[in-house]
């Protein structure tokens, strides 16, 4: 089922039922606000360097801006169901406009952590309103599509965010790039009241606001709520302990490779992401959200388990291409939700599927850099593929197929 846009709002691509137009726009404020955010990556050493900020305490620092998602997550899914989607990525904009600033301008660390708080308070508003608006703008059997497109947003940002930053450090200070970022962000809001996005982003802010295009009338069951909120905890948490933390120690560790190799393959990592977002969407729109969910799991438990194995450079490589491959678990489990939303409440479940998802980002590079120092490699890396596993049985034994609507798989109950 289609959704109707009222006079004046831009037509759809006739072929695929979607806001193309409408898509691109909240998909640009997504990359916008995503990078803006991770500028801070790049100009990490230069940051502690300036401000006085001891390892340890640049690993709080990066902390903070988890903390801050952490908070905000379930209140902006409430938001997400009640305002559109341009309003929130204002407020958005204007949030992670002020975190920059005070990084910006800090004289003392403390200001510095006050900014990243701020950051993360952004670009969790940002999230969940984005993940919201692509998981309702397109009809079931364009879903695992849309959704793709969030995620290929938010992953441009991430790779895109600290080149820019970068470069812009090496032409000034790392307090040019974060002042660059305030005016970047201050452009992005000022830009969504332009004549031409105004209409565009009209479609969607005078669309009845809707749960979602429901395949039928499922029954949430608590295994099935349990299964759906372990994806995201288990897909953050491996990405932010493996790929960003333990792929890059150990290739340092036991293969003496530099910094420009290592950042290499966390852009083939990026990449692979990239294509497995949108392979995974293809697959989960045109066979069904578990053909793409359950083998992606798969496929991550196998990467992850090669990281621990593995003794040559090739395997590293692998790995790292492999679960970032089989990361789709995220994007799909969204598409699932948006199955079987009621109306009006797909934000809030979605805030509560990115709080269980950051939680997993705070705890995972934790747990597992402890685990490395004090018991070596096997033991940090192998209970992370034996998680997937897990997840990936759970999903199968206890998520149900939501992509092919009431007519052809209603629950009996129906």
């Known amino acids: 089922m289609g959704l109707q846009l009222r006079r004046g709002a831009p037509a759809r691509d006739r072929q695929s039922d979607l806001p193309v137009a409408e898509m691109v726009v909240v998909g640009v404020a997504v990359f916008t606000i995503t990078a803006l955010a991770f ?81 993360g308070v952004g670009t969790a508003l940002c999230n969940t309103s984005g993940a919201t608006y692509f998981s309702t703008v397109a009809p079931v059997s364009r879903r695992g599509l849309a959704v793709s497109g969030f995620a290929g947003s938010q992953l441009g940002g991430q790779a895109f965010g600290p080149a820019i930053s970068g470069a812009l450090a090496t032409l000034g200070t790392w307090r040019t790039s974060e002042l660059a970022a305030v005016f970047i962000a201050v452009a992005l809001v ?43 905890f288990v897909m953050f948490l491996t990405i932010g302990s493996m790929i960003q933390t333990l792929a890059p120690i150990i290739g340092t560790d036991e293969f003496g490779l530099t910094a420009g190799i290592i950042g290499l393959a966390a852009g083939l990592g990026g990449l692979c992401r990239f294509v497995g977002a949108l392979v995974g969407g293809q697959i989960a729109d045109r066979i069904g959200r578990k053909a793409a969910l359950v083998p992606g799991l798969v496929l991550q438990s196998i990467g992850v388990a090669l990281l621990a194995v593995g003794d040559q ?6 790995s790292i291409a492999l679960l970032s491959l089989g990361s789709i678990g995220t994007a799909v489990a969204m598409a699932v939700l948006g199955d079987v939303a009621e109306p009006g409440t797909l934000g809030r479940l979605l805030g509560r599927f ?61």
């Not at 997937?388 to 009431?406: F, K, Q």
């Open 313 to 318: 450079v090739a395997i590293w490589v692998l």
């Open 190 to 232: 000022v830009g969504t009241y332009w004549g031409r996005v105004t209409s565009v982003l009209a479609a969607h802010a005078h669309r009845e606001r809707r749960g979602g295009d429901r395949t039928g009338t499922w029954k949430v069951t608590w295994p099935m709520r349990l299964a759906l909120n372990a994806i995201p």
């Open 354 to 414: 990115r709080f269980w998802g950051d939680i997993g980002l705070i705890v995972g590079p934790i747990l597992t850099a402890w685990l490395y120092d004090s018991y070596g490699k096997a033991a940090a890396v192998l209970p992370v593929a034996g998680l997937v596993a897990l997840c990936a049985v759970a999903a199968m034994a206890w998520i149900p197929e939501t992509r092919w609507g009431s007519e052809r798989r209603r629950p009996a109950a129906a």
């Open 39 to 119: 500028f801070r990556v790049a100009i990490l050493p230069s940051i502690g360097e300036d401000l006085a900020m001891s390892t340890a305490q640049l690993g709080l620092f990066s902390a903070t801006y988890a903390v801050g998602r952490v908070l905000t997550d379930l209140p902006a899914g409430h938001l997400a169901d009640r305002l559109p989607v341009v309003t929130v990525m204002r407020r958005a904009a204007w949030i992670v406009a002020l975190g920059s600033l005070l990084l910006a301008i800090a004289p003392v660390s403390a200001v510095a952590f006050v900014g990243m708080f701020v950051l």
